[in-house]
């Protein structure tokens, strides 16, 4: 505790002396997310990256969000406390495949699932979260689809527009890995608790939610629910602004195994290291920059 204070207000005169803002998802450790000027999900953090005065961004997250940051804000310093934190899913879907699946479907169009690398997201038409993805493909001309890479979130979008979805085989290890069996358990368990889901979970899984959502969406559902007992199946990191929001209500979360180790890679004494040397800092080409911004600015348009 002591050591952790000490580096808080290491942390806080760094951030003024580099005029930085700390940017951190809601699934990093508590320690992080108890420092950041905002906690967010996806959608949000690319939001603040684009709309920030701060000269250096410091990004606690996985590394396509640095990347997106910087592709958004391409002026600004961006620095990640550890670059080894990048996302599985992000890695299942190459620039070879998704041209090939192009030349396949001319006229389809592409939607980039916003967990992916700048590389993809320079081949792609439109980007979304996992706020925003019915928005999204709802809102593209033409009636076909090529979605990469997240088959679970592309199943859930599917079930919820009348376009016509290819969709890659990605997804989330984390999300992929809670099982109808733990989910009826935890029922079984706490009978008047409800079930709150990720659509990054399997479709078979999602079926069973009594609420589907992206992060936001379940943090916001529980906040202004009149339920007082809840199943989470979303990353456990999310505990701590769901407890923060409702001190009152009880969080169980589906299973064990609900931790992304990509996300806990940051902590506390690295945030305060990258802070010290600004490294790592992400670096995009620009030429991969300049066509990757067009389809995170286009999605960042869609109301
Ligand atoms: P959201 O932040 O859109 O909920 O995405 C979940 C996720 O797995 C991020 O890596
Ligand atoms: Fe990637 Fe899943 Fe971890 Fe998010 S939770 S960073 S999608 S592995």
């Known amino acids: 505790a002591e050591q952790n204070r000490e580096l808080r207000e290491r942390l806080m005169q760094l951030k003024k002396e ?8 809601y699934y990093q450790r508590d320690e992080i997310q108890e420092v950041a000027d905002f906690r967010g999900d996806s959608f949000l953090l690319a939001q603040k990256a684009a709309e920030t005065d701060a000269d250096v961004i410091v990004f606690c997250g996985v590394h396509f969000m640095g990347e997106s940051a910087k592709i958004l804000a391409p002026n600004k310093t961006v620095i990640i406390p550890d670059e080894r934190a990048g996302c599985p899913m992000a890695d299942m879907v190459n620039v070879e495949g998704l041209r090939k699946l192009k030349a396949q479907h001319p006229n389809a169009t592409v939607v980039t699932y916003i967990n992916s690398s700048a590389d993809i997201k320079a ?3 439109i980007c979304c979260t996992s706020a925003n993805a019915v928005k999204v493909v709802n809102s593209v001309e033409g009636d076909e689809v090529i979605w990469v890479p997240d088959k679970n979130l592309g199943h859930y979008v599917q079930q919820n527009t009348d376009k016509k979805m ?3 085989e990605g997804y989330c290890n984390t999300h992929d890995m809670l099982t109808v069996k733990d989910v009826e358990e935890m029922k079984a368990k706490y009978p008047n608790a409800q ?3 990720h659509p990054e979970c399997r479709p078979e899984v999602v079926e069973l939610g009594d609420f589907v959502g992206s992060t936001t969406a379940i943090l916001k559902y529980c906040k202004e629910s009149d339920c007082q007992e809840f199943i989470v199946g979303t990353e456990d990191g999310t505990g701590y602004q769901l407890r923060l929001d409702s001190p009152n209500k009880t969080f169980h979360f589906a299973s064990k195994y609900l931790v992304c180790p990509n996300m806990k890679v940051n902590n506390l004494k690295k945030l305060v290291k990258c802070l010290e040397t600004m490294q790592p ?3 995009v080409p620009e030429h991969v920059a300049e066509q990757a911004r067009k389809s995170l600015e286009r999605m960042l348009l869609v109301k």
Do not use: G
Not at 18 to 25: E, F, P, Q, V
């Open 18 to 25: 580099r005029n930085a803002i700390i940017l951190a998802h």
């Open 281 to 283: 800092q992400i670096y």
């Open 195 to 197: 079930f709150v889901v």
């Open 123 to 125: 081949e792609t038409d």
């Open 166 to 168: 290819i969709i890659w």
